[in-house]
Nanobody, 122 residues
Framework: QVQLVESGGGLVQAGGSLRLSCVASGRTFSSDTMGWFRQAPGKEREFVAAIRRSGGSIYASDSVKGRFTISRDNAKNTVYLQISSLKPGDTAVYYC???????????????WGQGTQVTVSS
């Protein structure tokens, strides 16, 4: 059974940085596109970034791309999300997901992790 396990979240002050990790097990990680999404309280889950098996990536917007960096290490079955210059608006549960294509639509991802909480204080 495929599993995704996120880690690296926590409480951080505005302006700080975090690196989230997501370790995959149970199938060939290198064949999947991996995505990061986030969900703030009372809001819908939103796309942050995705990375193809080749390493090519897409981001939700230019503003996200400037502060968020997605990367992967296929040898470690791990995908990362580096977040810098954190803002209170970044507070959310961050989820990683695996799917066949790099796309911003959550429905195209068939495996999800349990999420890791990121809280940014002002």
């Amino acid at each position: 059974q495929v599993q995704l396990v996120e880690s690296g979240g926590g409480l951080v002050q505005a302006g700080g940085s975090l690196r989230l990790s997501c370790v995959a097990s149970g199938r060939t990680f290198s064949s999947d596109t991996m995505g990061w999404f986030r969900q703030a309280p009372g809001k819908e889950r939103e796309f942050v970034a995705a990375i193809r098996r080749s390493g090519g990536s897409i981001y939700a917007s230019d503003s996200v791309k400037g502060r968020f960096t997605i990367s992967r290490d296929n040898a470690k079955n791990t995908v990362y999300l580096q977040i810098s210059s954190l803002k209170p608006g970044d507070t959310a549960v961050y989820y990683c997901a695996a799917g066949p294509i790099a796309i911003s639509t959550p429905n195209y991802y068939d495996v999800w992790g349990q999420g890791t909480q990121v809280t940014v204080s002002s």
